[in-house]
């Protein structure tokens, strides 16, 4: 600990605030982006919020709006928000290029993981609705989950009502399969290896770290803010991991 900072490498807790803020502002920015692109269209964006979806916090815009324009003017509105994100994103690089400035570095590097995670055509996120447009199929994970459905009644011998199958053509068909075997591959390597692998380092690293905090408090020893961090985050994990099962559990055995 140097003077006031707390250290973690190159980056003190001022730079780590200011790339958390930073990084919240190019967020808001992309969702401004949507609503712009609606706007443009001649249709109203509902609203910009924070929410939840699955086990991680997200800012979302409600364009369903959208839904009332062609397929070609709904892939811009959704392609709007990485549109205005990497217009945030240039004036990022410049000053990187200009000062070599490590906050920068790591804000471009966390931008660009946004852009993978957000065009993510698994997650109902900007990917999923470009995706459904591209292959043509609106609500493309209900129709997923129709074959999975239709697979399970021609094994038992039922017949199919909603005649769906026969309304798409052949290529449409060979997407939405290709689609649902890799939304459901993803989901369980999810499901099956990326939450137990976050559940397992809880386990294994959150209980020393609480006890290490409890004891640097209670004999009065600095506090370094990698500490703190680490466990906010565990924490953090362990309580949007608990909160997704709890909804996982109320959908299947909970009926309204």
Not at 13 to 26: E, G
Not at 41 to 59: C, R
Request: net charge positive; with cysteine.
């Amino acid at each position: 600990m140097q003077g006031n900072k707390v250290s973690i490498g190159e980056i003190d807790l001022l730079a780590i605030m200011i790339l958390v803020i930073t990084m919240l502002l190019s967020s808001l920015f992309h969702e401004i982006g949507h609503a712009s692109a609606c706007c443009y269209f001649g249709e109203k964006a509902k609203s910009i919020g924070l929410g939840l979806y699955l086990n991680f916090p997200v800012f979302y815009t409600d364009v369903s709006d959208i839904w009332k324009l062609s397929r070609g003017k709904r892939m811009v509105v959704n392609f709007a928000g990485t549109y205005f994100q990497l217009i945030f994103l240039i004036p990022c690089i410049a000053i990187y290029l200009l000062t070599g400035n490590q906050i920068v570095k790591y804000l471009i590097y966390t931008i660009n993981l946004n852009f993978i995670f957000i065009l993510n055509p698994f997650f109902r996120f900007d990917g999923y609705w470009i995706m459904s447009d591209l292959i043509g199929i609106p609500n493309l994970r209900g129709k997923s989950n129709w074959i999975v459905l239709a697979l399970k009644n021609k094994i038992l011998r039922k017949s199919d009502s909603s005649g769906f199958w026969r309304q798409i053509r052949i290529k449409e068909q060979v997407l939405l399969v290709i689609y649902t075997v890799s939304t459901n591959l993803f989901f369980a390597y999810y499901l099956f290896f990326v939450i137990p692998s976050l559940l397992k380092s809880c386990y294994l690293e959150l209980p020393g770290q609480v006890k290490r905090l409890v004891v640097d408090i209670a004999v009065g020893n600095s506090i370094t803010f990698s500490l703190i961090s680490s466990v906010t985050a565990k924490l953090f994990i362990l309580l949007l991991t608990f909160y997704f099962f709890y909804k996982l559990i109320r959908r299947l055995f909970v009926h309204d």
